[in-house]
Nanobody, 124 residues
Framework: QTQLVESGGGLVQAGDSLTLSCVLS????????MGWFRQAPEKEREFVAY?????????IYGDAVKGRFTVTRDNAKNTVFLQMHGLKPEDTATYYC????????????????WGQGTQVTVSS
């Protein structure tokens, strides 16, 4: 049974940095792209970042996080990371990682397995 578990969330101040991790177990990781999404209360799930299975080959970022967030992966550890810098109060959300089905990288329907989420709260 494929499972994704995120960690690394927390309460930080505006301008701080935080790194999220997501570990996949019970399934294939190294040949799938991975994505990060976030969802704030009463808002739709928002695309944050995508990384292809060959980590450095292709990355995509949502407009709201370009230049501040970086997605990387370690295939040997079945782990994908999201480095977040220059955090803003509007980055406050629950962050989810997900495994890509191979297309439609920026919408939730393009992913088959999801983690339970990790909360990031940015105070002003």
């Amino acid at each position: 049974q494929t499972q994704l578990v995120e960690s690394g969330g927390g309460l930080v101040q505006a301008g701080d940095s935080l790194t999220l991790s997501c570990v996949l177990s019970g399934g294939t990781f190294s040949t799938y792209g991975m994505g990060w999404f976030r969802q704030a209360p009463e808002k739709e799930r928002e695309f944050v970042a995508y990384i292809s299975w060959r980590g450095g080959e292709r990355t995509i970022y949502g407009d709201a996080v370009k230049g501040r967030f970086t997605v990387t992966r370690d295939n040997a550890k079945n782990t994908v990371f999201l480095q977040m810098h220059g955090l803003k109060p509007e980055d406050t959300a629950t962050y989810y990682c997900a495994r890509s089905q191979g297309s439609y990288y920026t919408i939730p329907n393009g992913y088959d397995y999801w983690g339970q989420g990790t909360q990031v709260t940015v105070s002003s």
